[in-house]
Nanobody, 123 residues
Framework: QVQLVESGGELVQAGGSLRLSCAAS????????IAWFRRTPGKEREFVAA????????YYANSVKGRFGIFRDNAKNTVYLQMNSLKPEDTAVYYC????????????????WGQGTQVTVSS
């Protein structure tokens, strides 16, 4: 069992940066693929980025490629999402999720989810 808690979301101006954190409990955290998703009211949940257990396999949605970075610190049981050059369309609730898949492609089933953190980008 893995429990995930996101933090770091806040109001930021367009062009700014934020770093989200996904802190996990569970001694097997380091073996999980972790992904970030986001959801805006009225829209489908959108995949953002994923990283496998070693950090050697990383995958981004085209909408964030070149602006966002995902990385993990297994010693701290934490995965981060560094978001740069933020746009108003990045406004959403961001969720992290964990999968036992070894790699994030093809997109696996994510069994564990956090409660989300709100990111608001003002224009």
């Amino acid at each position: 069992q893995v429990q995930l808690v996101e933090s770091g979301g806040e109001l930021v101006q367009a062009g700014g940066s934020l770093r989200l954190s996904c802190a996990a409990s569970g001694r097997t955290f380091s073996s999980y693929t972790i992904a970030w998703f986001r959801r805006t009211p009225g829209k489908e949940r959108e995949f953002v980025a994923a990283i496998n257990w070693s950090g050697g396999y990383i995958y981004y949605a085209n909408s964030v490629k070149g602006r966002f970075g995902i990385f993990r610190d297994n010693a701290k049981n934490t995965v981060y999402l560094q978001m740069n050059s933020l746009k108003p369309e990045d406004t959403a609730v961001y969720y992290c999720a964990a999968s036992q898949a070894a790699v994030p492609l093809p997109q696996p089933t994510y069994d564990y989810w956090g409660q989300g953190t709100q990111v608001t980008v003002s224009s």
